[in-house]
């Protein structure tokens, strides 16, 4: 009787197991949604593999002849700094000079395009004081997604300290919806 209750502890300790997978030689968990968890940050499999390849390259230069990182210390150096080469690909930060180049540049020309409307004949009763209305509601709707995009970005940028890798890709899936005029 007892032997039969510790292998049905046996059976269910394997099944409440926590699966891992392997990078550089550690073993991460893997979480219910699929993803790895690394220091905190969740990464995909995609992800995981841009890691590895990564590490390799760090462990390139650590091993190099003549590199200043002592040998026993290659390893460390390899995961850590590959994995900070990476969280940079997805960082807010990494991003403002490409979106602070893109977003004010975009927003200034709606602002350009309204202001230019100022002669337009808004007084006339018939269809040109209606699509004059209809461009400028137009206008002023472009002009609130692409102040909320950069609402957005700014505030990714401002969280990045306290957030983590998936919470930078999440966030950017919802910046791409919102430059889509989609609310998220």
């Known amino acids: 009787m007892a032997t039969r209750s510790v292998s049905k502890k046996s059976r269910a300790a394997r099944r409440t197991r926590t699966r891992t997978v392997k990078i550089d030689g550690l073993h991460y968990p893997i979480g ?23 590490i390799a390259d760090r462990r390139r230069i650590a091993e190099k002849p003549g590199s200043l990182i002592r040998e026993w210390d290659a390893d ?3 995961r850590s ?15 403002a000079k490409e979106r602070l180049g893109t977003l004010p540049l975009e927003l200034s020309r709606t602002v350009l395009s ?32 692409q102040l909320a995009s950069l609402r957005h970005f700014v505030d990714s940028m401002a969280m990045q300290r306290s957030t983590k890798l998936h919470d930078w ?3 950017e899936q919802e910046f791409e919806r919102l430059g889509k005029g989609v609310q998220p």
Do not use: M, W
């Open 169 to 171: 890709v999440a966030r």
């Open 114 to 145: 309204i202001g230019s409307l100022r002669e337009f004949l808004f007084f006339d009763e018939g269809t040109v004081g209606e699509h004059g209305c209809a461009l400028l509601q137009s206008l002023v709707g472009d002009a609130e997604s």
């Open 32 to 54: 219910r949604d699929g993803l790895v968890e690394v220091d905190g940050h969740r990464l995909s499999k995609r992800q995981v593999e841009q890691l590895e390849g990564l």
């Open 76 to 78: 460390n150096y390899a």
């Open 81 to 95: 700094v590959g994995l900070q080469d990476l969280l940079y690909r997805y960082a807010p930060r990494a991003k």
